[in-house]
């Protein structure tokens, strides 16, 4: 008899749109799976045409242009593996609770992109003196709850965040074109930010000489500080440092003895310098063996962490992790009331017996 | 260009042995389809050979017979829809929290069995007049946390249960063989008890004149309500009448106008004979419409009700089923340490705006 089929499967928060979660605690690749990439839509998915395959640049440029799919091919590409996280992940895990998708551990996912940067084609085009902001639309539109109107899904970056060098376009995920769920045929990547910045079905480049205050701009991808008001709102720009247990899960049960504890680490803020393990609640912490991906600036780190337990009892086992600049995770992540950036440390209580 | 294929998934909640979740919220069929059955295990899927087909009933009878699995298709057969819920489903909602796998509230599926009832089997058999219980093995077997050794996962009935003309050894689901994870080629069916009960992979009956205490009768499936001690424990038996909000989900954000709350009610002590909602926190309840499926004692009751909301704010909707033995759902599910037989309220907030 053959052995049964076990896998994972995505978790399901939403279907119109669909938005599901990445098995997080049950896939250890250091590049997720197409099959196992987070889905994150607004809207329903674009409806795809020979025009999908046309990328339009203009605004405040010397040479407006449209380039198709096939002349990015051609061009000189980057390609580096980058943790995409939804801002939202984790927003289940907020006290006091907030509204919208209820993301546990997995909306994010790391694949290989392979792109052309953006400002190698704006070098094609050039920018205007006044340009201020680089506006990225994508395919994709539909009607929000909260305002009238039909929207397209739509993006801004400054300057000097769009012409980073590996702010790219991107054609292709995992060395083949990109799916269909995650952009294709033409997406714009951001590296290090939060995953509502890297534009799917990447439609229209527009270069403005203002500030760009569309509604996922200026009211989605906001942190409010406030409940009841909208003072102190700041932009969710780039990924908190961050990690995850994969291992054991929360209210396991587990038998005394050895057990490999592990999970992953990443942030938008630099490379993981250590991640800690605590198996006591937080009162003493020791460090976890890590395993940089080399030469992989924007990719997550691995972890694992030997814990041999002979007393019965019950256990609260966390990991904290800190980057480069000096950022680490903190006990309890920043409330905001669209429940952004979470990024508290990871927590699994679990008994042994 | 095709519509893109948006479909819900299993909720992973263990591999290693598969536990997953029906994903209830985003499924109406009356039949839950055999891809989206939930799947419990104790221990790793067994293994099957030539001898899995047959059924051995020993012990206190008065010829001890082994059937083969094609025996049983020759028999006189009854079929009907019945309601599976693993006595651990909602787990995750027990405040304060309980180790053991995290069920919310998919796992429970409801499926067309169709098999012989134990009771005509055990006339070809006979019963001693010592008999007293009736033990069920399965084959899977495997090893636990608390205590050493292997263990078979066995169970009991009591003779007036095993002897109920609705209690089968079930051959088909859905009008097809088994699915081996459901337990291929013969399961127990117990109709109106949760799953524990419903021994799959069943290998061997045995009729004992004492009372059966394997570590799965004794240890696990029993309601301890202390949590340091196991003063008042009592076995879990019967499913409490229940009920799910499907729609909306639990932090959902809504537009002001109309909206299908919709869900499901079942019971183990009767047919659910009213559904009410609440949409203001359980101050004032309405009866949402329920269809029943005729005829169908074991199955599920899909309700609906229309709330019109033309105020924005903040949301508290519930459910609670009431059954014809006039159990109803409370406001808070009895907590017992092990986390079984929750069924307080469905509950889902949300916002309008």
Chains 1, 2 share one sequence.
């Not at 939403?14 to 250890?28: A, M, R, V, Y």
């Not at 990439?37 to 605004?59: A, C, D, K, T």
């Not at 305002?147 to 769009?162: H, M, N, P, Q, Y």
């Not at 992540?333 to 008994?351: D, M």
Request: charged share 20%; glycine share 8%; net charge neutral.
């Amino acid at each position: 008899m053959r052995t049964p089929d076990i896998k994972p499967y995505l978790v399901t928060r939403g279907l119109i749109p669909e938005n599901q979660e990445h098995p997080i605690h049950f896939i250890s690749s250091a590049i997720t799976p197409e099959y196992y990439f987070f889905r994150r839509n607004h809207f329903s998915y674009p409806v795809l045409s020979e025009q999908s395959f046309l990328l339009s640049i203009g605004g405040e440029v010397q040479r407006p242009l449209t380039f198709h799919y096939q002349d990015l091919l051609r061009m000189p590409s980057k390609e580096f593996a980058v943790v995409l996280e939804c801002s939202g992940n984790n927003r289940a895990h907020f006290r006091p609770k907030v509204f919208g998708e209820q993301w546990e551990g997995g909306a994010v996912s790391q694949g290989v992109w392979r792109g052309v940067a953006l400002r190698d084609l704006l070098k094609f085009t050039g920018l205007n003196a006044a340009a201020k902001e680089i506006v990225f639309e994508g395919h994709d539109s539909g009607k929000r709850t909260d305002i009238e109107g039909e929207f397209v899904f739509a993006r801004s970056l400054t300057l000097d965040k769009a012409l980073h060098p590996d702010t790219i376009i991107a054609y292709a995920l995992n060395g083949r074109p990109i799916p269909y769920k995650q952009g294709y045929p033409l997406r714009l990547v951001v590296p290090q930010w939060y995953a509502m910045a890297s534009v799917k079905w990447l439609r229209r480049i527009t270069v403005i000489d203002t500030h760009f205050n569309g509604p996922f701009q200026e009211i989605d991808y906001v942190y409010y500080p406030e409940k009841d008001s909208d003072e102190g709102k700041t932009p969710v720009t780039t990924i908190h440092v961050n990690s995850i247990i994969q291992q054991p899960l929360n209210r396991n049960v587990l038998d005394t003895g050895m057990h490999q504890l592990y999970g992953m680490a990443w942030s938008g803020t630099g490379f993981i310098t250590t991640v800690e393990i605590s198996v006591d609640g937080g009162e003493n912490w020791n460090r976890a063996a890590i395993q940089p991906v080399p030469g992989n600036p924007y990719g997550w780190t691995f972890w694992n962490y030997t814990w041999v337990v002979t007393q019965k009892g019950e256990y609260t086992i966390m990991s904290r992790a800190a980057d480069s600049s000096g950022s680490i995770q903190p006990e309890t992540a920043r409330w905001n009331r669209k429940g952004y950036g979470y990024n508290a440390y990871s927590t699994a209580h679990v008994k042994v017996e």
